[in-house]
């Protein structure tokens, strides 16, 4: 049976060329406003200036222009307090702001003049990723501050370091956390990109072509705060690309995407610290959860939670790369689907970033356990090979002897640093009584005191150095 037509009183601003309204399947299939209502108080930022411009041009009066703006503020302000009707015929949060407007000021069926839908959401959504790359650096900034607070307490707890997740070389447990926080820096500095990217205005760009009105697009973007360092207006330089360029949305999604792989990766971490097997840390009660059956098991949902939040930002950057790939000039209405992704991955990242502080901050170091596990000698058998370079030794050449001291420690079945010496001269004749000092685990990370090394006075160093860049 087809679909029954709305009546005509229901139609959106568009209508006029229309002799019916479009069907209800129509409506629920193409409104927007379910989810892109979250735009309105940068749809009336950008309703704001639109009209302060108007009326700077003389289009307007100024008269009008402070009837729109107090029209523009009480609708907000009921939209705030959850008061106001969104009504899915007018399709998207534009519309629906509008026509409110208009109903209770003439003078805004003005409003739209020179202005298109197309740069209207383009002009919005800047606005929102200039906010929500601030929110978020901000929630980076917050959860660097706790990683530090955790690092600079264990600036000498060490533990094994893994490649292969097989133990490595020993490490301390801040070094292996400021990685992290040299990720998450980057992470910031992406978003502040972003940012600087997404502050230009394409307010004036139209539909497609601009308009053959004396606008002013320099008084709107600086009416909305799209400036550059110096105060001057940022705006778009072609009209076709300013209503069609999803590139801020892109960015954003791969800003998102890429600090999700670094949380993921140190929730991981964390993980795996976490298990009998590892020990090296127990996870806070309040981020964690019991099993349905076994009544011993504490699960860390809160880092597995995360990696999977992860695999959900990817997708959102998959999402939008899909969607913009093959479009042409300009736009097109596929791009409704653009915004879904981009507000999931901002909502994803400010309560995810928030979750992984809050563990990280909740977690004690078990430095028992740490000990124990850096005890293995194995995890200095390199800095024998350090030690047979300095006494002369070409580095394949010690790194073959210590290979075979390994195995003879493997067949005798003792640690490495317990062969007889009897036993051990026989290998190479550089290696001489003092070679055991080697192990001495303190010694050896005093002697890794370069920049970007596990020393602890260069821990303590680095941690000092982030928490100034933090302020930057």
Known sequence: MPEKKSSKKEQATWGGRFSAAPAELMLRFGESVSFDARLAPFDVAGSKAHAEMLAHVGIISKQECGEIVCGLDEILAEINAGKFEWKVELEDVHMNIEQALTKRVPAAAKLHTARSRN????????????????KISEKISRLVATILDVAEKNTETYIPGYTHLQRAQPVSVAHHLLAYVEMFMRDRARFSEVFVRANVSPLGSGAIAGTTLPIDRNFSAKKMGFVDSRGNASLTRNSMDGVSDRDSFIEFAAACAICGLHFSRMAEDLILWNSAEFGFVA??????????????????????????????????????ITLVKGLPLTYNRDLQEDKIPAFDSFDTMMIALDVLRETAAGMTVRKEHCAAAVADPLLLATDVADYLVRAGVPFREAHHVVGRLVALAEQAGVPLDKLPFSEVRK?????????????????????RERVGMPGPKQVKSQIALARRRLKQ
């Open 119 to 134: 740069d209207q959401i383009a002009t919005d959504m800047r606005l929102f990723f200039k906010d929500a790359c601030t």
């Open 283 to 320: 996870l806070p009660d309040a981020f964690t959860t019991g099993s349905s059956l076994m009544p011993q098991k504490k699960n860390p949902d809160s880092l597995e939670l995360l990696r999977g939040k992860s695999a959900r930002l990817h997708g959102n950057l998959s999402a939008l």
């Open 427 to 447: 290998v190479h004749p550089k290696l001489r009584e003092d070679w055991v000092e080697v192990f001495n685990l303190k010694s050896a990370m005093s002697a």
